[in-house]
T-cell receptor, first 113, second 112 residues
Framework: KNQVEQSPQSLIILEGKNCTLQ??????????LRWYKQDTGRGPVSLTI?????NTKSNGRYTATLDADTKQSSLHITASQLSDSASYIC????????????FGGGTRVLVKP | KAGVTQTPRYLIKTRGQQVTLSCSPI?????VSWYQQTPGQGLQFLFE???????NKGNFPGRFSGRQFSNSRSEMNVSTLELGDSALYLC???????????FGPGTRLLVL
């Protein structure tokens, strides 16, 4: 069964600190992996997208990594800010099968001053 | 370009009623997907339309249906509403199969 598992479910960090979110997937065949940020009450916004051949992708203070061999991805937030408080969702696209998207349950991050 | 728009933004209905939600994709995008998001279940895929044809469908009962018009605008209909249908309904559009989805702000539905 194609699945995307994210950990931890929630995270509290102090402003200015770094944190890393994990995403493990079993989706096959793999096409690409995206990380989205979703603020409360709003739609998700794409942060990064990585294909099979890409190991890392950055977007400002957000850096995503991908290990296609172990089917793991991480999202690292550097020098967290209060505005980073949101849910972060990992989404994997399955090659063929209409390029079906499988969503992780998300990690809720709360940045405290 | 204008982003994905959804109407209405908020909606209150009672059990047994039906509801129709609307989504206007980014200009030029031919694919529209619908998702249900609840605190306990996260984002659940409902269906995807591409050039007026349903391309993918999630595991939702037949009470949930959708359609796409020639201008790529899409509607989602839920009949015989249940309390459990209370959720944020998100619409997302993309141009090609490999492209990033752009989400709308969502319609928050409350079923009483």
């Amino acid at each position: 069964k194609n699945q995307v598992e994210q950990s931890p479910q929630s995270l509290i960090i102090l402003e200015g600190k770094n944190c890393t979110l994990q995403c493990n997937y079993t989706v096959s065949p793999f096409s690409n992996l995206r990380w989205y940020k979703q603020d409360t009450g709003r739609g998700p916004v794409s942060l990064t997208i990585m294909t099979f051949s890409e190991n890392t992708k950055s977007n400002g203070r957000y850096t995503a990594t991908l290990d296609a061999d172990t089917k793991q991805s991480s999202l690292h937030i550097t020098a967290s800010q209060l505005s980073d408080s949101a849910s972060y969702i990992c989404v994997v696209t399955q090659k063929a099968a209409g390029n079906k998207l499988t969503f992780g349950g998300g990690t809720r991050v709360l940045v405290k001053p | 370009k204008a982003g994905v728009t959804q109407t209405p933004r908020y909606l209150i209905k009672t059990r047994g009623q039906q509801v129709t939600l609307s989504c206007s994709p980014i200009s030029g995008h031919r694919s529209v997907s619908w998702y249900q998001q609840t605190p306990g279940q996260g984002l659940q895929f409902l269906f995807e339309y591409f050039s007026e044809t349903q391309r993918n469908k999630g595991n939702f009962p037949g009470r949930f249906s959708g359609r796409q018009f020639s201008n790529s605008r899409s509607e989602m209909n839920v009949s015989t509403l249940e309390l459990g249908d209370s959720a944020l309904y998100l619409c997302a559009s993309r141009d090609g199969i490999q492209e990033t989805q752009y989400f709308g702000p969502g319609t928050r539905l409350l079923v009483l």
